[in-house]
Each structure stands twice: as structure tokens, then as C-alpha cells.
């Protein structure tokens, strides 16, 4: 549109996708570090985008976060999503209620008119416990309906800030710097190069469950998650960006 011509959005859009080897990058003006604001835009752009690629009876799974839950909050009702389904990627990460994917699950749901499934689980789990659970039949459908998501939707995190955030333990954050983990999603941590160094298990979303996505939405801006975003994307295919111009320069530099 001509607010992007005028602010030379398209080309940075053009030269990022080219330098992440990703198939389509959103930028949106500003610096999500510096201004709430340009969160909820790019929130707002991709409630816009989930309406634009919608089909009829689809499954959504979301991550947590506060940028995923922008473009939760950014969602306005849209009959084309009244038979989406919504649920989240996983149980919780042991964050706040209001990062949770299953409440960012509900809040789309809400606010878009599509329905939504919850998925109680603990996050932290015995290796026991672990193994009960995920043979609980409700789990399992749970599980089932999960791996028939045609998009995700999900933020990024820097490694250090997204393993302080959850509260992980002294040994976590050595091994994160010992593997050089620069980036995460999905609570998997990566390396510059795309590679998982470490991960949660947890009862939802695998990584081979990826493999049958259509798209993927990362949001996730401000220049602080440059080196995050590079490590997200670096081996990721169907990947689809919403960024900002803070991040995208910084990127590029
Ligand atoms: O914890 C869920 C999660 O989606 C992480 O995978 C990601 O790193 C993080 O949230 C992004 O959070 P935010 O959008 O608040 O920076």
C-alpha cells in the first residue's frame, strides 16, 4: 500500500525475506523495544493475515507471549473464522496466566468468533507423570487435533531473556551458552545456524509435528531480537515474518 511506498517498507520487506531465505516478511514502522505500540501493529497485521489465508474448518494452534497475544488482542470478528479452531502449542512454560498459549488460545477465539480447546497440563513434568499423562485419552485427542494445524502462529525470544523469564535453572543457562543458543521458539532453543541445541519437553507441539504446518507466523520485533529471529528462521521452511523496522536493519546490518 502506499503508507509502505512512502516509508520504504517494501523493499527492506523484499531484501529480508532474501536474507532470511524466508517466503514472505511484514514490516511494520517503528521498534517494538522502544514503543508498545508498534507491538499491537504488528499484532494488528497479523490478525489481518490470519483472516486473509483462512479456509473453512482449519486448526490454529498459538504460542504464548505478549507478541502473539497482540495479535490476539488485535483480532476483530471475522465470519471467515467462525469454524477455526484454536488451540494452544503447548500447556505452560511456567510464565504468567496471560502469556499463556491457552489463554491467548481463548482470547482469538473470543474476539474472532472462532471456538477454542484448552489443554491443561503442567509444563514441568516427571518422567513418570509425563508418561501417565500423555497416555490420558483426552490428552492423546488433544495431541491428535494438534497435529492437524494448518498454521501456527508463534513468537520469538532471546535464548538468555526467554530462559530467565521462565525461571530456568543455573545449569540450563550454562548449557545455553555453551551451545551458543542465541534464539527461541516453540520453547526450543536455536544456534545462529538454525540447529536446536535444547529443548522442553513438554506435552504439545513436537518438532516433527512442524513438518505437516502450512505456515508458520513468527511475530516478534524490536532490534533486540535480531540475532534471535536469524537463528529461528536460519532452517525453517513455510516460515512467514511480522517484524519491525528496528529488527529488519539490525538484521541486515
Ligand atoms: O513462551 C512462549 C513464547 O512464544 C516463546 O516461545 C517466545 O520466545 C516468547 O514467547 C516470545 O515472547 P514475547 O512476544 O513476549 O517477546
Redesign the pocket.
Known sequence: DWVKEIFGLTELEQELAAKLQIDQVIVVPGDSDQSEWV?KEIGRHGAQLLKKMVIPNQVVAV????????VAEMMTPAPSLKSTLFVP?RGG?G?AVE???NYIASVLAKNSGGTYRLMHVPDQLSDEAYRTIIREPHIQAMLETLRQARIVI?????AK??AK??KSTPHLLQHLDQTGAV??????YFNRQGDIVSRFRTVGLQHDDLKQVEYKIA??G?AS?AE?IIAVCANAERQILITDEAAAEQILK
Not at 508463534?154 to 532471546?158: A, E, I, L, P, W
Not at 534464539?183 to 526450543?188: D, H, P, V
Open positions: 507491538k504460542a504464548g507471549g505478549t507478541t502473539v497475544m497482540a502449542t512454560l510464565e502469556l499463556e498459549a508463534h513468537g520469538v525470544g532471546d531473556r526467554m523469564r521462565r534464539g527461541e521458539a516453540f520453547g526450543f511475530v516478534a524490536g531480537k534471535a
